[in-house]
């Protein structure tokens, strides 16, 4: 009996450590599952699962959209074939053979070969996997974030992480509307809210194409083309080159995913006298019929060796219209002796500047206008042109909403409205006057020195076009060089800032060169025949009434066909038969002028067709 | 008093242990749903068959049934005559998984034979062949336990030997437990303290290098100190296990209802099918099942405590430990509580050998508890 006692008392021993261990076993699950739920691994993962909701453009278009796809991974113990495995899986997902090899050899248990593939590859691999092929591998649900159109809008739409959390854009700012957080029912998809956006797509795709195309002509370092509906400040395209793809955002650097229009901060020279004026004329401090003797050159006697603010040429005695049409530096310096230091800096404080608009987009910088108490005997009449201040493109283009709502500046908006997932309008964005800045005949006054300034010897002439008239301003700044605090001998930034039609705007259309290094740097000749051509698209786009395009959308005439471009090479080609709408474009060329008369189709041309192109300054076209 | 078995000792047939065998039956029926439940997307995807890891597994399931109704009757003193043989083929099998064409590696790990179009894993095999050799000898050495060489000496080599081979097959996990596993039944059976602490000290700095020895079990080790060191990795299971009982809570999704199990969680099936019962049935199902494995070993115990001789009475304690301490082993990897292992969770692990040897395992046990050779002073 004695030996039993052993046997059991070892028995009960084992049996003791074992209830032990079950204890401490179960304390483990009771503490991860029932009193320690929310611990960090739980954070990032889908207990409950929520769609994100799409983002769509003003006409319904998807920019952004919740995707299943799949992805591809390796279980390595049931992988019974890797050299096959390897060769199938690298023709299926059109990917290096040798680097899936080295995935599925250099590891014993668990690996990802390949992220959210397209649902045609993951068919394949089912496929395969039914032929008794790929064993070893399986497929896992993946919810991504599909951006069909790339490229387009990326910085306003942003992007989302790999675990579905917005990272930038309207994705990053309305990550909480597009994925509520509120209300998750364990077991139940949550849907989240979609937002259209007051992007238009196709204006978006127009100004990205125009942005591009100058970034590469220009050899510049970056391109903004903004486009904003000026009754009501929502923006309808947003271009900034260098851009990123979302859908692969890690792929590209950070200059390229940098939101310039509302981070990148630069002065923005001539442009800016539209505002520094208008706050000259609301003030009293100038009024329209003022003169101005100008010789060139500024330099009060009080600066005496400063340097001087000059003119690239002189201009002589010019009253106010006719300084903001050539924009001269010598003329606002003039004018700006008039104003006080306080009086221009509360004035430009009232159009916005040195405060974000809270367009609503994350990171938006303030920009830099410095009080007077740190003005320079010489900052009046620089920050006047439009120096020693800090903008940024949206600043610039929100400031001008105020000349198009008779002197009320409104605050831009980007979402214009967040639709719930059974399609009812939780919000919808309204028209947001922030305050009035000038008085309506200031704001009216100041339309038509920059449409006159779009006349022949104005700085804007590039942005005319036949037909309508568009008020207009450019600007060319020396880029101020943040390492080295002077400015740049080099760098320069041109920038146009137009609005039309320009007795009641209906857009304003802002574009910033910077560091343009082709054949010239101003921004009369970098952006403002780019604006021209955005403007070419717009009008008719957002049916803006052109004088001309009546005729030709008669009822009497033949039927419209689709009117080939007219391309110019080393000969003047034959307009005859045309219809004016093909010809309209000729306008767009900077070396010769054209001239149309009358309406219909194109019957004489002079000089004649063939001429060498060199030998062409004036083309008369007669339409009947 | 004969210290040898004695052949005119009276049997009392004291039925079955009907609590053990109603807590087997409901460990098999959960482990059949939970399997279902956790392959049958797995196998529509693989097989366009939901049922097909089902059916696999229920074969085994009858087979195993079949085998143990015929071991719980038979007499386990005619069975010891064939321990030796039952050893050797044990042993031609575990050397057949090296031979090329018989043996199949998968991608480094030689476990499995393929014969007669079925795959068996010899080492699942070699668990219950093991604890009934070493129940027959230990019970025989008994009186000479303090003679070291002869008593402990040689089934120790037996051991050694068996578990050497299954380190060969690369199954390092295996490999210990069946160590742990005889040695515990040395420790049962009497062997003096001093000895498992000479072993301890030899041995343990040579298991060390072993397991050090190889890069997977490393990065196992480092995912169970930090899972998130290599979340894509060695980690993953960990980490998708845990997003499993968390989603699980005190309730569970419903049967059925659980979602790591589609694709999340690679081997849910098999090795981590625990997590499936923890998000489908919550902890309240884990605690059912750790509670079903509970009364599993107090039965096991209590039957090996009152067994009629030292055979059946180490034989028992062998079998309820060798399931209970996979069973508890694989709920604590699953849960965390110590490093990712190899063993699966006996009744509910998908894999046909596992479930056979299980059921074997089960029937030896109800045979033990059985027959019951009447009154004490019977060991000997």
């Known amino acids: ?624 | 008093m004969s210290h040898s078995f004695s052949a005119e000792r009276v049997e009392v047939d004291r039925g079955y242990d009907r609590i053990l065998l109603t807590a087997m039956m409901l460990l098999l029926g959960v482990g059949l749903a939970v399997l279902f439940s956790s392959s049958f997307f797995r196998s529509e995807l693989l097989f366009a068959d939901p049922f097909r890891f089902l059916t696999g597994q229920l074969l085994w399931v009858v087979v195993g049934c079949v085998v143990a109704a015929l071991v719980s009757t038979i007499s386990l003193e005619r069975v010891q005559r064939f321990i030796p043989h039952a050893l050797g083929i044990s042993l031609v099998l575990m050397i057949l998984t090296f031979v090329p064409g018989i043996g199949t590696s998968i991608h480094g790990a030689r476990r499995w034979i393929f014969l007669f179009g079925r795959s068996f894993q010899p080492s699942e095999l070699v668990k219950v062949v093991l604890v009934f050799y070493l129940a027959y000898l230990l019970a025989r050495k008994h009186e000479i336990m303090d003679d070291p060489v002869n008593a402990l000496l040689p089934p120790f080599l037996v051991l050694a030997l068996f578990s050497t081979l299954i380190y060969l097959q690369n199954d390092f996990s295996t490999s210990v437990f069946v160590m742990l596993l005889g040695l515990v039944m040395f420790f049962v059976a009497g062997a003096p303290i001093r000895y498992f602490l000479g072993l301890l000290m030899t041995v343990g700095p040579l298991g060390l290098i072993l397991l050090l020895s190889r890069e997977h079990r490393v990065n196992r080790l480092l995912a169970y100190i930090e899972p998130a060191f290599d979340p894509a990795g060695s980690g993953y299971q960990i980490l998708a296990a845990e997003r499993a009982l968390i989603a699980g809570g005190l309730w569970g999704q419903g049967i059925g209802m659980g979602t790591q199990k589609f694709g999340r969680l690679p081997e849910v099936h098999s090795d981590f099918i625990f997590a499936v019962v923890a998000e489908e049935l919550g902890f309240v199902g884990v605690l059912a099942v750790i509670g079903l494995f509970a009364v599993f070993a107090w039965r096991g115990f209590v039957i090996a405590a009152n067994a009629g001789d030292r055979f059946r009475s180490y034989l028992a304690f062998g079998l309820t430990t060798l399931i209970l301490g996979q069973a508890l082993l694989n709920i604590a990897v699953v849960g965390g509580a110590v490093p990712a292992t190899g063993l699966p969770l006996p009744f509910f692990s998908s894999g046909g050998s596992a479930m056979l040897m299980t059921l074997i395992a089960c029937g030896l046990l109800m045979n033990v508890s059985r027959h019951n050779p009447d009154g004490a002073g019977e060991y000997g």
């Open chain 1, 1 to 624: 009996m004695l030996e039993t006692g052993k046997l059991h008392r070892r028995i009960w021993f084992i049996s003791l450590s074992v209830a032990i261990a079950g204890v401490f076993v179960s304390a483990q699950y009771a503490r991860v599952m029932v009193f320690d739920r929310g611990g960090a691994p739980a954070h990032s993962t889908t207990p409950y699962t929520v769609e994100r909701g799409a983002i769509l453009d003003r006409n319904g278009r998807i920019l952004a959209i919740q995707t299943q796809l799949y992805t591809v991974s390796a279980w390595i113990p049931n992988v019974t074939e890797p050299q096959e495995t390897a060769s199938d899986l690298a023709r299926i997902l059109d990917d290096n053979e040798g680097r899936i090899l080295d995935l599925l050899e250099g590891s014993r248990d668990f690996v990802y070969i390949q992220r959210r593939i397209t649902p045609t590859r993951s068919e394949e691999i089912r496929a395969s996997q039914h032929e008794g092929r790929l064993r070893g591998i399986q497929l896992e649900p993946d919810s991504g974030r599909t951006y069909p159109n790339g490229r387009l809008g990326s910085h306003v739409i942003g992007h989302v992480g790999t675990d579905n959390n917005g990272l930038d854009g309207v994705e990053y700012t309305y990550d909480s509307v597009l994925s509520p957080s509120e209300g998750r029912v364990r077991g139940e998809t949550l849907y989240g809210n979609q937002l259209v956006l007051t992007i238009d797509l196709n204006i978006q795709q127009t100004t990205d194409r125009l942005a591009r195309e100058t970034l590469e002509r220009e050899n510049a370092d970056s391109v903004m083309l903004l486009a904003m509906d000026a009754k009501n400040g929502e923006i309808l395209s947003w271009s900034s080159v260098p851009d990123y793809d979302p859908n692969r955002f890690s792929d590209f650097n950070i200059e390229e995913r940098r939101n310039r229009p509302i981070r990148m901060m630069y002065e923005p020279g001539s442009v800016f006298k539209v505002f520094s004026v208008a706050t000259m004329l609301n003030t009293g401090a100038v009024s329209d019929g003022d003169m101005f003797e100008t010789d060139g050159i500024y330099r009060p006697e009080s600066w005496r060796n400063a340097s001087p603010i000059t003119d690239i040429a002189n201009y002589g005695t010019m009253d106010l219209r006719r300084v903001m049409e050539r924009s001269s530096n010598v003329g606002v310096a003039y004018a700006s002796e008039g104003i006080s230091e306080q009086e221009l800096y509360r004035g430009l404080k009232r159009f916005g500047f040195g405060e974000a608009t809270g367009v609503g987009l994350s990171g938006e910088q303030n920009g830099i206008l410095y009080p007077p108490e740190r003005w320079s005997y010489r900052s009046k009449p620089t920050v006047a042109m439009g120096q020693e201040i800090g903008v940024t493109a949206l600043q610039i283009a929100a400031a001008a909403t105020t000349f198009s709502n008779d002197g009320v500046l409104l605050q831009p908006s980007i979402v214009r409205r967040i639709v719930s997932p059974d399609g009812r309008v939780i919000e919808e964005s309204e028209r947001t006057a922030v305050r009035e800045v000038l008085t309506p005949s200031v704001a009216a006054q100041m339309r038509d020195y920059m449409r006159t300034s779009t006349h022949d010897g104005g700085t804007g002439r590039r942005v005319r076009l036949n037909g309508i008239e568009i008020a207009a301003k450019t600007g060319t700044a020396e880029f101020f060089d943040p390492e080295i605090r002077a400015y740049s001998d080099e760098k320069f930034i041109g920038s146009t800032l137009a609005m039309f039609p320009s007795d009641d705007p209906e857009v304003i259309v802002y574009m910033v060169v910077e560091n343009p290094q082709g054949d010239f740097i101003w921004g009369e000749r970098v952006a403002a025949p780019v604006v021209r051509e955005a403007a070419q698209f717009l009008i008719p786009y957002l049916g803006i009434e052109r004088e001309g395009d009546r005729r030709i959308a008669a009822p009497e005439q033949v039927q419209i066909q689709s009117p080939g471009a007219v391309e110019i090479g080393g000969e003047l080609p034959d307009f005859r038969g045309l219809p004016r709408r093909s010809i309209l474009q000729l306008e767009a060329m900077d070396e010769i002028s054209v001239e149309v008369h009358g309406s219909g189709w194109v019957k004489t041309q002079i000089p004649e067709p063939g001429t060498p192109i060199e030998e062409v300054s004036r083309v008369i076209l007669e339409l009947e």
